[in-house]
T-cell receptor, first 110, second 118 residues
Framework: SQKIEQNSEALNIQEGKTATLTCNYT??????LQWYRQDPGRGPVFLLL?????KEKRKERLKVTFDTTLKQSLFHITASQPADSATYLC?????????FGSGTQLTVLP | GAVVSQHPSRVICKSGTSVKIECRSL??????MFWYRQFPKQSLMLMAT?????????EQGVEKDKFLINHASLTLSTLTVTSAHPEDSSFYIC??????????????FGPGTRLTVL
């Protein structure tokens, strides 16, 4: 069956460190993968999109990698700040349909 | 980026009543709109996909007679939860996609509507 798994439900890191979140999938052939940020009681906010033929994408302090052989995407936040604390969702797009992982709740401690 | 609004943001109703949630794309025309439901600490689950002017396509397990979706214009979709029950209490989120933005692949999400059925 198809699955999207994000490595941990919760991740705590110290301010200034790099946060690394993992998204693994099985039985999908996604055309591309997206990462979203969701704050409590709010809808997801789009952060980055990476296509199947791209290895890496960067946007300011964010970096995403996409390994279609390992069926894995890594999401990095460098120089993390308390304001980065939120739930981060990966989502696969296959046949123009978006399917979400359950998310990782990141807490950046001051 | 494009903006999607939802109204109301929060609604509390009695069991057995119907609730309508509106989703609007404010600065673009949404050829396709999606409705998701999210329970606490869980992922967003797609309920249905609607294209303007045609009937919605519902995901398996979602009752189309209970969750009525209308996508009457390119900027407005509504979700009506009919005869709501406490188990329908959830966070409902809409999103919209335009064929003209980001190659037609990016979805923009609304802020969500918290429904509580007493």
């Amino acid at each position: 069956s198809q699955k999207i798994e994000q490595n941990s439900e919760a991740l705590n890191i110290q301010e200034g460190k790099t946060a690394t979140l993992t998204c693994n999938y099985t039985n999908y052939s996604p055309a591309y993968l997206q990462w979203y940020r969701q704050d409590p009681g709010r809808g997801p906010v789009f952060l980055l999109l990476i296509r199947e033929n791209e290895k890496e994408k960067r946007k300011e302090r964010l970096k995403v990698t996409f390994d279609t052989t390992l069926k894995q995407s890594l999401f990095h936040i460098t120089a993390s700040q308390p304001a980065d604390s939120a739930t981060y969702l990966c989502a696969l797009v296959s046949a123009r349909q978006l399917t979400f992982g359950s998310g990782t709740q990141l807490t950046v401690l001051p | 980026g494009a903006v999607v609004s939802q109204h109301p943001s929060r609604v509390i109703c009695k069991s057995g009543t119907s609730v309508k949630i509106e989703c609007r794309s404010l600065d673009f025309q949404a050829t396709t709109m999606f409705w998701y439901r999210q329970f606490p600490k869980q992922s967003l689950m797609l309920m249905a996909t609607s294209n303007e002017g045609s009937k919605a396509t519902y995901e398996q397990g979602v009752e189309k007679d209970k969750f009525l979706i209308n996508h009457a214009s390119l900027t407005l979709s509504t979700l009506t939860v009919t005869s709501a029950h406490p188990e329908d209490s959830s966070f409902y989120i809409c999103s919209a996609r335009s064929g003209g933005l980001a190659g037609g692949n990016e979805q923009f999400f609304g802020p969500g509507t918290r429904l509580t059925v007493l």
